[in-house]
């Protein structure tokens, strides 16, 4: 189905042609359309065009009023103040509308296919390494905009550009080499499934022992030097031990993604390992084209706007003086993968704000090689640091980074308690269930309402709170529209345009009529924050209407069906909504 046009794009239409036939000589003028609260909308467009034609703004305005047809959508239009336009639309039309949008599976939000091929790079944690709560907004925000980029039609490619290769790794595997047991597993038979908790336990323990010995062991440490070369050579031995590292470590990756409640797939997780044989092209390209020049026998990049403290040149070191390749050459040659092979016309990097002018210095490196320009663009969306209650990094009692799973697991107790003291007539295994989607959803919800570039403060108690601007809130009101629909009987959700709103039906329904419009701009501005204050007030102009308009006990049969026809569509909007930012909506609660 087509998209469904919302009120606002229908009034603005109409406004347009209002002006185009009582002023021609204004041309295509814009009406500058907003929503009010002096009436439905406000349009501001006649004031500039008043000074454009040298005219009486408030005479103007009168002028464009009587040039624009009432028909079924306009109740009142007013001219107010020095030539604003107060815009009341009918109950008729806002019904109407929204009986489209109900009409369609994608509630009438617009789709298209051309929309061009985007790479997001997002949850990148690394071989070896516990995660911990830094990794959380890189999965939380890169999952949102993934979904609502395909959502919206854009072709996504997702990529997991873990951190497993490095110099640790020659440590790692000539300790593995010398004590071949030390990943082994105690799960019983051959089948037996292997937990991310041991996994972790196993890396961590030997991780801890080979650093012991790297930092005290002379002999040891020449020999795990000399793994590197070997790694970096290709030598078949050490990548197979470096293989079991990887596996090992996405046995556990992949343990915490689906506690997330995130679909990690194998064949998205390219690790800075896969650009390896790209190094040495990328690095002669640049140079051959006098991109980057050798100083003191690096390969660098200088930028005219970058100094250090000192005042000097600071460069993007793409080759150290040694022939090792740092992080910029991994990056830049990522960039030429995915431009040229994945045919990407847009590539967003999910990373930590701190990492910005790396990724400034990196792109404007891939500009000058050609391998960015008008027609593919590379952006980070930068995310701000998780704050604990103090307003400062959040850390344990003993000043460790706090372990994700820890979190996640924190989380989940707490929603559980909540949605325990409220729960009715549910099971234990329910009250489980639905203590998982409360609590993973809470933290995704404190993650995602906060604008990305800001940091946030974690705060458990707040983030599981039944009032507030919450997930829980929006679950709630979510699971309260599936009661009243399973109470309502015979009755069935019918839209009656002919009926008189409320002006609490009537704010809810302008609102929700915004869907499409509201999607649109956070695809295009990667702001996932805007889809969540939408969803609150959703929530909250819901909870208004409830208290203010009876829904099964209302006055005539039409009108019980035309509020549960409100209810229906507020929960698919939620509904909607709430999996684009990948939180679960609970039919029960």
Same mark, same amino acid.
């Given at each position: ?326 992080? @910029? *050459?991994? /990056?830049?040659?990522?960039?030429? !993968?995915?431009?040229?092979? #994945?045919?990407?016309? $847009?590539? +967003? =990097? ?101 604008? @990305? *570039?800001? /940091?946030?403060?974690?705060?458990? !108690?707040?983030?599981?709170? #039944?009032?507030?601007? $919450?997930? +829980? =809130? ?116």
């Amino acid at each position: 189905m087509a998209s469904v046009p919302s009120l606002a794009s229908t009034v603005q239409q109409r406004l347009a042609e209002g002006l185009s036939a009582a002023l021609p000589e204004a041309g295509s003028a814009d009406p500058l359309l907003r929503r009010s609260d002096r009436a439905d909308f406000q349009a501001n467009g006649i004031l500039a065009l008043a000074k454009q034609l040298k005219g009486n703004p408030r005479e103007l305005a009168t002028k464009v009023v009587e040039a624009i047809e009432a028909g079924d959508v306009f109740q009142e239009i007013e001219v107010s103040g020095p030539g604003f336009l107060n815009i009341t639309v009918t109950d008729e039309a806002i019904v109407k509308t929204l009986a489209a949008r109900a009409a369609d599976a994608r509630l009438g939000v617009p789709f298209n296919p051309s929309a061009g091929t985007t790479v997001v790079d997002y949850a990148q944690p690394n071989v070896a390494k516990e995660m911990h709560v830094g990794h959380l907004r890189s999965a939380v925000i890169g999952a949102a905009m993934v979904e609502i980029l395909e959502f919206t039609g854009e072709t996504v490619v997702r990529r997991h550009h873990i951190g497993d290769w490095g110099t640790q790794f020659g440590m790692l595997i000539q300790y593995l080499t010398e004590h071949p047991h030390e990943l082994d597993h105690k799960a019983e038979g051959a089948d037996a499934e292997v937990s991310g908790e041991e996994a972790m336990s196993n890396l961590n323990r030997l991780y801890k022992a080979s650093r012991a010995l790297f930092d005290s062991d002379e002999e040891f440490k020449t020999r795990a030097r000399a793994r590197v070369v070997d790694l970096q050579a290709g030598d078949e031995e050490t990548l197979a031990m470096w293989q079991r590292f990887v596996d090992e470590s996405k046995i556990y990756f992949y343990s915490v993604f689906d506690k997330l409640d995130m679909d990690i797939r194998d064949p998205d997780v390219v690790g800075e390992s896969g650009y390896n044989d790209m190094l040495v092209e990328t690095c002669r390209i640049l140079e051959e084209s006098g991109v980057a020049v050798r100083s003191e026998g690096a390969l660098c990049v200088f930028f005219d706007d970058v100094k250090g403290p000192d005042g000097n040149p600071t460069p993007l070191i793409v080759q150290k003086s040694d022939g090792g390749f740092g992080y @910029a *050459a991994t /990056d830049l040659s990522a960039i030429r !993968d995915r431009v040229q092979n #994945l045919k990407a016309s $847009t590539l +967003v =990097y999910v990373v930590d704000a701190r990492q910005s002018l790396h990724f400034k210095m990196v792109f404007e490196t891939a500009r000058r090689a050609g391998w960015l320009n008008d027609e593919v663009k590379a952006l980070q969306l930068a995310f701000g640091t998780v704050l604990g209650k103090d307003g400062k990094p959040f850390k344990t009692r003993e000043g460790e980074t706090v372990r994700l799973v820890d979190l996640l697991d924190e989380a989940i107790d707490r929603a559980s308690a909540v949605v325990r003291e409220k729960a009715q007539d549910l099971s234990e295994e329910e009250i489980a269930e639905r203590g998982t989607q409360v609590g993973i959803g809470a933290v995704k919800y404190a993650d995602l309402s906060t604008s @990305a *570039a800001r /940091d946030y403060k974690f705060d458990l !108690d707040q983030m599981v709170s #039944l009032n507030g601007d $919450t997930s +829980v =809130y929006l679950q709630y009101a979510y699971a309260r529209i599936q009661s009243i629909l399973r109470k309502a009987g015979d009755a069935k959700p019918a839209a009656h345009p002919e009926l008189a709103l409320a002006a609490s039906e009537r704010a809810l329904g302008l609102h929700l009529d915004s869907f499409g419009e509201l999607i649109h701009e956070t695809a295009a501005d990667y702001a996932p924050h805007k889809l969540a204050a939408y969803l609150y007030q959703v929530a909250s102009l819901y909870t208004t209407f409830y208290s203010e308009c009876p829904v099964l006990k209302a006055d005539t049969p039409e009108q019980v069906e035309n509020r549960l026809f409100l209810c229906d569509l507020t929960a698919r909007t939620l509904h909607q909504g709430m999996a684009l930012l990948g939180i679960r909506t609970p039919e029960r609660l």
